[in-house]
């Protein structure tokens, strides 16, 4: 591991690690992720916990109920790990944190996708973004070409592409996305970005108390009989921000997420092919 990047203690010594980890895991102390208790008592090795209640009694780590369970990384090289994927503005690869804590790839292949699966929200149920006050931006962009069987040399309304394919929307793929002002995002790659497909993934993941804020595309237009508000800056007359209403946040979502796909990813497709499934 470079101790140039990871210079603090957590990242080559394994007590300063685990110190750190149980700190940021239990702030009042260990607790049993089996039953919850907060009666325990330490084991003679060292982390290692027992818990305190008689129907339960078992043994626990700061691993415990976590992506780095049943693992035999050591810690400084999870919180390097960790820390890379936090601290990555442009996204991180497992070939990255390979060279970085010269492990075999992988290894470093495992934790890379243990830690994308701690990083990710949500399920089948995801409650609304937004709420009382709270702002909620929204906005489309277009990334990736399309499926050669379907590139096309005119807009959906008949008239030709005028930026030939360099810039804009030609065939490319339509992503929709949320940026909760300081909190949570959600993106939806979708087959159109017209009004009736961006209308229903607003009205659906959005709270109707958020105020909603907008560039002036048309396909939030009639936005504000669903939300407490709906304001919108005018990018095509340079204006970018008028007091606190600005879709800034998902600008500077969206670039990342270009920066990340161009500098770590490379490449994006719909589906792997049929020989590369399995």
Known sequence: ???NIFSEDRFHNEDAARVWFETARWPSGPNCPHCGSLKHYATKKIGRYRCGEKE??????????????????KLTEWAAAFHLAASSKKGFSA???????SCQ??????M??????????????????????????????????????KVRSNTTSGRPYT?????????????VALVERGGRARTFHVASADKRTVSKIVLDNVSTGSRLHTDESRLYTGADAFFKSHETVNHSAKEYARGDV???????????????????????????PASLSR
């Open 56 to 73: 339960c009694r078992k043994d626990f780590t700061v691993m415990t109920g976590t992506v780095m369970e049943r693992s035999h990384v």
């Open 163 to 175: 930026k030939k394919g360099k810039a804009g929307p030609s065939n490319k793929r339509p992503i």
């Open 246 to 272: 600005t879709t800034n946040s998902v600008e500077g979502f969206f670039s990342v997420f270009k920066r990340g796909m161009r500098g770590i990813y490379q490449h994006c497709q719909r589906e792997a």
């Open 112 to 149: 890379f996708h243990r830690i994308r699966e701690a990083m990710s929200r949500g399920g089948l149920e995801m409650p609304p973004m937004g709420g009382e006050g709270q702002i909620v931006e929204a906005d489309e962009t277009y990334y990736g070409p399309i499926e050669k069987a």
């Open 105 to 110: 790839y992988n290894t470093a292949w495992f």
């Open 1 to 3: 591991m470079d101790k």
């Open 95 to 101: 070939h990255q944190l390979h060279r970085s804590l």
